[in-house]
């Protein structure tokens, strides 16, 4: 029963893609949406293809806008693991840390990384290291907030047990709160590679010249819908594989994890 | 020991008021030295004080916020409607489920951000873009978690309301759809903040009211403490979004602890 209803999930499903993919032929096709505007599933993908290999109208090929944003996306994305996690840990079981740190970071956090182009462009420039900057700040906050509260989660009976049996503070730390927090370190990790991978594409589009971002930019510019979708599309596909793979390390690493 | 105690406490208690000072001095002193770079709090002060009485492309500060946030507003009369009636569909009709849910999947993880240049295309630069751009960015959440609700509701629930004679409309009105309150009211709180956030990101990209356009305004003119201004504004508009939703909940699903 359950194998007959899983059958027709997916045929129903892929007879909704079918569906949608023509539906969004016809629109162009019978010009309902001026083809100016938007590319048919056919342009999009003969765009795609002279795309892979050709570097007009916004000189490089989709494969190299692709590097240089994934480049930039993951260095932040390491930068802010590298400080965020370590800091979320330490202001979760050290007080001192926590009172005079955390303020500052709840006064800072409600800004979104966006806002903060401006000022990084003014102050960094438009290069390489202000567009990490960025995705830094915004892969950084998931990171600390979901160590600091992993700590703050563990249960207090673990660490009651471990003082019984006279470990040191050093000790609790390392061995009790650490791995107990681990989950939600994760957690926190992958919404920080997604946050990160959001705010690239803001970066790239207000202040770049190569990178996804600044590819569909440049397809507003010139009025080129069928690039824009390929590079929503390829963006999206990145998300997707990331979002999953997260999803499946999360599985390998911590696999007493409970189901959601 | 206690002694120890109260002088720990004590020192937590100031310890946030020192940490704050250790900024503002720290500000102070690299604006001292580079004045061109970074403004000192007082001229940032004074650049607040002056952008809420004296207009800047039309509107003061306050014409500004309300700008940006009567987009998010409409756009979000819409979410609410549109998003929950998705996420119910998706959660409670197999058929309908199987066929749209894989579109939407894929369509979901494409950046609110990275639809503005088709956006653009397709509604030129008025208000239209933005509201969609606001819309695309908060549905989402919305339509995950009102899914989410629905179907992970307790099966007691639900056998509980069909061993007391529900037919299956009743089941859903009186029996899931406030069962999962509290998810749906999660959705909204996470789109709200990511509506905020597009908003802006819009705004910086075509508008000619609102923080968003006000803080690129700052960026072309060179204008630092403009840019500070804004920023601080945008933070404060969005803890104080999310404080109102907080309240909300609070109030809607009073049985929840």
Known sequence: MIGKNRRTKIILGIIGIISFLLIWQFVVDFEIVSSRTLASPIEVYQAFVVKLSEKAPDGATLGQHTLASLKLALTGFVVAIIVGVPLGLVMGYYKFADKLIMPI????????????????????????????????????????????????????????????????????????????????????????LSNAWTTLVAAEML????????????GRTFIRPDIIIVGMLTIGAIGAVIAYGLGMIQDKVAPWREEE | MTQQFKANNNLYRFLPIISFALVLILWSLVSFNNPNLIPSLLDI???????????????????????????????????????????????????????????????????????????????????????????????????????????????????????????????????????????????IKTALSGGWMCVVAAEMIVARQGVGFLIVRGQESGDTALIIVCMITIGVVNSLLSLLLNKIEKVSTPWRI
């Open chain 2, 45 to 187: 002060w004074n650049r607040f004080t002056l952008l809420l009485v004296e207009p800047l492309s039309g509107a003061t500060l306050t014409g500004h916020i309300w700008a940006s946030l009567l987009r998010v507003l409409i756009a979000f009369v819409l979410v609410i409607f549109i998003g929950i009636a998705l996420g119910v569909l998706f959660g409670w009709y197999f058929t309908f489920n199987s066929l749209v849910y894989p579109v939407f999947e894929i369509l979901r993880f494409i950046p609110p951000i990275a639809w503005i240049p088709l956006v653009i295309l397709w509604l030129g630069i008025g208000e239209a873009p933005k509201i969609a751009i606001v819309f695309i960015g908060s549905i989402t959440p919305v339509v995950m978690n009102t899914y989410a609700g629905i179907k992970n509701i307790d099966k007691l629930i639900i056998d509980a309301g069909r061993v007391l004679g529900a037919d299956r409309r009743q089941l859903l009105f009186e029996v899931a759809i406030p069962a999962s309150i509290p998810q749906i009211i999660a959705g």
């Open chain 1, 105 to 192: 970071f709840e006064l800072l956090r409600p800004i979104p990384a966006i806002a903060w182009i401006p000022l990084t462009i003014l102050l960094l420039g438009i290069g390489f290291e202000a567009k990490v900057f960025l995705i830094f700040l915004s892969a950084f906050v998931p990171c600390v907030i979901n160590s600091y509260l992993g700590i703050k989660l563990t249960d207090p009976t673990l660490i009651n047990v471990s003082k019984t049996f006279g470990a040191s503070d050093w000790d609790i730390f390392t061995k009790i709160c650490i791995p107990s927090s681990s989950n939600m370190v994760f957690s926190g990790v992958t919404i920080s």
């Open chain 1, 207 to 218: 202040a770049s010249t190569r990178g996804l971002g600044y590819m569909i930019q440049l």
